[in-house]
């Protein structure tokens, strides 16, 4: 069984806001996902160091993602995207011969993160009625087929849910196109194991991550490997770093100063509804939180939970602290982490310059952190 390891190396990957953007959540962001400013957040994360940026799927986002993201790599240079799809919504043979065009026309940009979905009430709005273990089951198949067009040679596939015959993806990528696929449950982890580049968590614990990633080597030591890579373990997460860790808690409350009443009211009936175990557990951790400061560990804030679906905690911090955490997390065996921020291009930015100085110095030793959760009512450690 593979063992937890800090000597991989890095790949940061930034998030690319297709949706409205703004400095508060839960409220109308003031800033509209244009071609433009998606292309200028494109544009600063590579100058910023970052690999690629990951697109989200929802249906509420201002863009469907797929069409976002083509426009966007052709108006840009340098880093990639990390593009999310939901299987539901494409025939794999299909979905096989469009990514091969994008890795064609954008040779070592294109990346293929897999969700399965989360929540029964907006995967409707695509149609999509399958229970959670229909839907993973889907995604296993959906994976298996992507893999084998991109072998170049003709297919044919038998059964219920997508037949096809002779079937063939030419050209095929120049290189491998990476797949990502997140999920708590075991069925997600299984397939993972199976068939990933890339096991994605949302951000927790350390402790909570140090017990998901021992599961996942479990199914991985278990599984059949299909993947011609070893799998890399991600980690999604918020991240807001101010020059001085005072300066950063407060930046953290400014940015939940302003949730709409209503906004929060519908977030919390949605929330009851999500079929998700990660989804679950993300509501968890911010129900857990210090009501006084929402920490629920040493620089790790729930406070985006409180009106944002998805990832709901941040690494908050000063530069040497927001560094310190990333590579505490690095030690249980995570190299790659995709961050964000709000706004986006702005907190890029920051830690562009505040942190990737730091995450490259690997040799000046970095300040202890604690894995045991803060007790209920301690402040923000500053």
């Given at each position: 069984?593979?063992?937890p390891t800090?000597?991989?190396?890095l790949?940061?990957?930034?998030?690319?806001?297709?949706?409205?953007d703004?400095?508060?959540?839960?409220?109308?962001p003031?800033?509209?996902?244009?071609?433009?400013?998606?292309a200028?957040?494109?544009?600063?994360a590579?100058?910023?160091?970052?690999?690629s940026?990951?697109?989200?799927?929802?249906f509420h986002?201002?863009?469907?993602a797929w069409?976002?993201?083509i426009?966007?790599?052709?108006?840009?240079?340098?880093?990639?995207?990390?593009?999310?799809?939901?299987?539901g919504?494409?025939?794999?043979?299909?979905f096989?011969?469009?990514?091969?065009t994008a890795a064609n026309?954008?040779?070592?940009?294109?990346?293929?993160?897999?969700v399965?979905?989360?929540?029964?009430?907006?995967?409707?709005m695509?149609?999509?009625m399958e229970?959670h273990a229909?839907?993973?089951?889907?995604?296993?198949e959906?994976i298996?087929?992507?893999?084998?067009?991109w072998?170049?040679?003709?297919?044919?596939?038998e059964?219920?849910r997508?037949?096809?015959?002779?079937?063939?993806v030419?050209?095929?990528?120049?290189?491998p196109?990476?797949i990502?696929?997140g999920?708590?449950?075991d069925?997600?982890?299984?397939?993972?194991?199976?068939?990933?580049?890339v096991?994605?968590?949302?951000?927790?614990?350390l402790?909570?991550?140090?017990?998901?990633l021992?599961?996942?080597?479990?199914?991985?030591?278990r599984?059949?490997?299909?993947?011609s890579?070893?799998?890399r373990?991600?980690?999604?997460c918020?991240?807001?770093?101010?020059?001085?860790?005072?300066e950063?808690?407060?930046?953290?409350?400014?940015?939940?100063?302003?949730?709409?009443?209503?906004?929060?009211?519908?977030?919390?009936?949605?929330?009851?509804?999500?079929d998700?175990?990660?989804?679950r557990?993300?509501?968890?951790l911010?129900?857990?939180a210090?009501?006084?400061?929402?920490?629920?560990?040493?620089?790790?804030?729930?406070?985006v939970?409180?009106?944002?679906s998805?990832?709901?905690?941040?690494?908050?911090?000063d530069?040497?602290q927001?560094?310190?955490?990333?590579?505490?997390?690095?030690r249980?065996?995570?190299?790659?982490?995709?961050l964000?921020?709000y706004?986006?291009?702005?907190e890029?930015?920051?830690?562009g310059?505040?942190?990737?100085?730091?995450l490259?110095?690997?040799?000046?030793?970095?300040?202890?952190?604690?894995?045991?959760?803060?007790?209920?009512?301690?402040a923000?450690?500053?």
């Open positions: 069984m593979r063992q800090s000597s991989e190396p790949d940061l990957l930034w998030f690319c806001q297709l949706a409205a703004g400095e508060f959540i839960g409220t109308v003031e800033r509209r996902p244009t071609l433009p400013y998606i200028s957040l494109v544009e600063t590579a100058e910023m160091g970052f690999s940026l990951l697109t989200a799927t929802n986002a201002e863009h469907e069409t976002a993201s426009a966007t790599l052709a108006r840009t240079q340098g880093a990639g995207l990390l593009i999310a799809v939901r299987p919504m494409f025939h794999p043979a299909m096989a011969k469009m990514v091969a026309l954008f040779p070592g940009r294109v990346r293929i993160n897999v399965t979905g989360s929540n029964p009430a907006e995967n409707a695509y149609g999509d229970s229909e839907r993973y089951a889907r995604t296993r959906f298996a087929i992507i893999r084998d067009l072998r170049g040679v003709p297919v044919d596939h059964s219920p997508y037949p096809f015959r002779g079937a063939i030419s050209p095929v990528p120049p290189q196109v990476p990502y696929l999920g708590h449950s069925d997600a982890q299984q397939i993972a194991a199976e068939l990933a580049d096991y994605l968590v949302w951000g927790d614990t402790a909570g991550i140090e017990a998901r021992a599961t996942m080597r479990a199914h991985e030591a599984a059949t490997r299909l993947a890579t070893r799998l373990y991600g980690l999604r918020h991240v807001l770093v101010r020059e001085t860790a005072d950063a808690w407060t930046a953290a409350e400014r940015l939940i100063s302003r949730i709409d009443p209503d906004v929060r009211r519908r977030f919390i009936d949605a929330s009851a509804k999500v998700s175990e990660g989804q557990r993300q509501i968890a911010t129900a857990s210090s009501a006084s400061s929402l920490v629920v560990e040493e620089n790790l804030w729930a406070g939970g409180l009106a944002r998805g990832v709901g905690v941040a690494i908050v911090g530069p040497a927001v560094a310190a955490k990333l590579r505490a997390y690095q249980l065996g995570i190299s790659t982490f995709i964000s921020g706004p986006h291009l702005e890029c930015r920051r830690f310059e505040l942190v990737m100085p730091l490259r110095r690997r040799a000046e030793p970095e300040p202890e952190l604690h894995v045991a959760p803060l007790s209920a009512g301690v923000p450690v500053t």
